[in-house]
C-alpha cells in the first residue's frame, strides 16, 4: 500500500513571496492533515479535512494561509506571503476516519530567507 | 493549557533498560491515544495506538492509558540505541475529534 505523498521536499524562497505544498493521501482516508514543525518542538496543527470538508483550521494563519482538498482527495496548502517565521517541516497525515491511526508524508521542509 | 503535555527531556538511559514515558491531556472527552517515533530530520512514525483503560503490549513496547487521571504512557523494554528518537503523544481533542501533538519527549539510549 502506497504511503502519504509529499512534494516538494524541499523548498528555499524569499520572505513576502508564495509557495505551495501538495498532499496525496492513502488511498481511501478520509481524514487529511496539515501539520507545522518548528525545530525542536512538536506536530502544530494548521488544518484537518473530513473528505473534503473542513473540520479545524483555528490554529491556521488565515491572512496568509489557505488549504483546499478538491474531490475530499489530493490536498495543497499555500502560503503568500511568506514571512522568514514560516520557515519549518511541513508534514501531511491522513487516517482512515476520525480519531484513527494517522499516517504522515515525509515533510516539506521549507526555508523563508 | 497545553492539551497534550509531555516532558521535554531528555530522558537517558542505559541499553538494556525499561524507558518510560509520560504524557498527560486535558480534554476529558478525547478517547484515541497514540505514540509516534520521530527521528531526526524525519517523519513521525506511529508506534502504538491505545483507546481503552489499561495496557496494551506490542513486542518490547507497552502503552498504558488511565482517563480517569488523564494519563498515557509508553514503556519500551530492552531499549536500544536505535530507540534514540523523540517520542511524541497524541490525542484527539475538542467535539470535532481533531489529532493534537505532545512537545514530544527526546529518549537516549546509551550503550
Known amino acids: 500500500e502506497a504511503g502519504v505523498a509529499q512534494s516538494p521536499r524541499y523548498k528555499i524562497i524569499e520572505k513576502r513571496q508564495s509557495v505551495a505544498f501538495w498532499c496525496n493521501p492513502i488511498?481511501?482516508?478520509?481524514?487529511l492533515y496539515w501539520y507545522q514543525q518548528i525545530l525542536g518542538q512538536g506536530p502544530k496543527l494548521l488544518i484537518q479535512f473530513q473528505n473534503n470538508g473542513v473540520v479545524d483550521d483555528s490554529q491556521l494563519p488565515k491572512d496568509r494561509f489557505s488549504a483546499e482538498r478538491l474531490k475530499g482527495v489530493d490536498s495543497t496548502l499555500k502560503i503568500q506571503p511568506a514571512k522568514l517565521e514560516d520557515s519549518a517541516v511541513y508534514l501531511c497525515?491522513?487516517?482512515?476516519?476520525?480519531?484513527?491511526?494517522?499516517?504522515f508524508g515525509q515533510g516539506t521542509r521549507l526555508t523563508v530567507v | 493549557q497545553k492539551e497534550v503535555e509531555q516532558n521535554s527531556g531528555p530522558l537517558s538511559v542505559p541499553e538494556g533498560a525499561i524507558a518510560s514515558l509520560n504524557c498527560t491531556y486535558s480534554?476529558?472527552?478525547?478517547?484515541?491515544f497514540f505514540w509516534y517515533r520521530q527521528y531526526s530530520g524525519k517523519s513521525p512514525e506511529l508506534i502504538m495506538s491505545i483507546y481503552s483503560n489499561g495496557d496494551k503490549e506490542d513486542g518490547r513496547f507497552t502503552a498504558q492509558l488511565n482517563k480517569a487521571s488523564q494519563y498515557v504512557s509508553l514503556l519500551i523494554r530492552d531499549s536500544q540505541p536505535s530507540d534514540s528518537a523523540t517520542y511524541l503523544c497524541?490525542?484527539?481533542?475538542?467535539?470535532?475529534?481533531?489529532?493534537?501533538f505532545g512537545a514530544g519527549t527526546r529518549l537516549a539510549v546509551h550503550p
Open positions: 488511498s481511501g482516508h478520509a481524514t
Open positions: 497524541a490525542a484527539d481533542s475538542g467535539g470535532y475529534n481533531k489529532l493534537i
Open positions: 497525515a491522513s487516517s482512515l476516519r476520525l480519531s484513527t491511526e494517522a499516517f
Open positions: 480534554d476529558r472527552v478525547s478517547q484515541s
